[in-house]
């Protein structure tokens, strides 16, 4: 894997963050995974981390944060909302995405997916390039 891909993606050990008082707000959710807040609001609204509420204030647990940690390295990955439904439902509230058998093999079926949408890509350009040599001639 492309180190500078792999900084980005890789959930650390030193990440295994556990709250202060078991909990943070959405301010410090934020500031502890680099995630604008109204991104955490968007990914709790397509049901993917769903925090306890107080009041009108949720909270977000160590496993919340491990969530939305294994989230964001998805959707770096190019992973789609519902295909990280998916994976997510495969792992334990504690496991690293990246180290799940199970959700490794759906990651190499979304790499050989990345791979043909690259071939057709190369296709097109080719063709268009084709295309247009031959207007410009």
């Given at each position: ?66 969530r939305l940690k294994n ?67």
């Amino acid at each position: 894997m492309d180190n500078r891909l792999e900084d980005s993606v890789v959930i650390k050990p030193e990440d295994n963050f556990v709250p202060q008082d078991g909990f943070l707000f959405i301010g410090e959710l934020a500031k502890l995974t680099a995630t604008d807040p109204k991104t955490i609001r968007f990914y709790e609204r397509v049901e993917l981390i769903s925090p306890p509420r107080h009041g009108r204030f949720r909270t977000y647990l160590a496993t919340d944060v491990r969530r939305l940690k294994n989230i964001l390295t998805l959707r770096r990955l190019g992973v789609p909302i519902a295909q990280i439904r998916e994976i997510l439902d495969m792992l334990t509230p504690q496991e690293d995405v990246l180290m799940s058998e199970k959700a490794v093999r759906h990651l190499k079926q979304h790499l050989d997916l990345l791979k043909n949408r690259q071939d057709e890509l190369t296709s097109q350009i080719e063709k268009t390039s084709t295309a247009l040599g031959s207007l410009v001639a």
